[in-house]
């Protein structure tokens, strides 16, 4: 579907753009699916007992990180379903630190997250699936900004392969 391919810089705000661009592919079915990919590869490299590791004192531990992935992509599921069925409420943004903080990751088994992140990115794949092509072209303001309901897709894509860089690059190396 023609409505599924990589959204244009017009149709999404600067600090989506970046996280679209770190999207894989020309599909955003097919992008959600690679992010997980990277993901699970990513997952499978951190060493056994580290999931409450930080790499520096003021940074999140790995399950916060996690934990924010999903708390994210659930905002951004949101707000597609929102602008996909019409409402023209602007939608607040959110505090990804305070989240993080009253996240109980801590208190959490780190596979109970990663299941939590599967159930949730089947629920996008779900979700960007039922979407016509009108409805992936709708649009929406959250935190101030506009965007496309697709934008929203491939940013949820992009926002993993990110956060997997900064996995493999600040606390696995």
Same mark, same amino acid.
């Given at each position: 579907? $023609?409505? @599924?391919?990589? %959204?244009?810089?017009?149709e999404m705000p600067?600090?989506?753009?970046?996280?679209?661009?770190?999207?894989?592919?020309?599909? #955003?079915?097919?992008? @959600?699916?690679?992010?997980?990919?990277?993901?699970?590869?990513?997952?499978?490299?951190? +060493?056994?007992? /580290?999931?409450?590791? &930080?790499?520096? %004192?003021?940074?999140?531990?790995? &399950?916060?990180?996690?934990?924010?992935?999903?708390?994210? $992509?659930?905002?951004?599921?949101?707000?597609?379903?929102?602008?996909?069925?019409?409402?023209?409420?602007?939608? +607040?943004?959110?505090?990804?630190?305070?989240?993080?903080?009253?996240? &109980?990751?801590? $208190?959490?088994?780190?596979?109970?997250?990663?299941?939590?992140?599967?159930?949730?990115?089947?629920?996008? #794949?779900?979700?960007?699936?039922?979407?016509? %092509?009108?409805? #992936? /072209?709708?649009? !929406?303001?959250?935190? !101030?900004?506009?965007?496309?309901? &697709?934008?929203?897709?491939?940013?949820?894509?992009?926002?993993?392969?990110?956060?997997?860089?900064v996995v493999r690059?600040?606390?696995?190396?």
């Amino acid at each position: 579907m $023609e409505a @599924l391919v990589r %959204p244009t810089t017009d149709e999404m705000p600067p600090y989506l753009a970046g996280y679209v661009a770190k999207a894989e592919g020309n599909d #955003l079915l097919h992008a @959600l699916q690679k992010a997980s990919d990277t993901l699970w590869d990513t997952v499978y490299r951190i +060493p056994t007992g /580290m999931a409450g590791h &930080r790499y520096a %004192p003021d940074k999140w531990t790995i &399950r916060e990180l996690f934990q924010h992935l999903v708390d994210t $992509e659930r905002v951004f599921q949101y707000r597609a379903l929102s602008f996909a069925r019409g409402d023209t409420t602007p939608l +607040p943004g959110f505090d990804e630190n305070a989240w993080a903080a009253a996240s &109980r990751a801590e $208190e959490r088994e780190f596979h109970r997250i990663l299941r939590e992140h599967d159930q949730v990115r089947g629920a996008s #794949l779900a979700l960007f699936r039922s979407f016509g %092509p009108d409805q #992936l /072209m709708a649009k !929406g303001t959250a935190d !101030g900004k506009a965007c496309t309901v &697709r934008t929203l897709g491939w940013a949820i894509a992009g926002h993993v392969v990110h956060h997997m860089t900064v996995v493999r690059e600040r606390y696995l190396s």
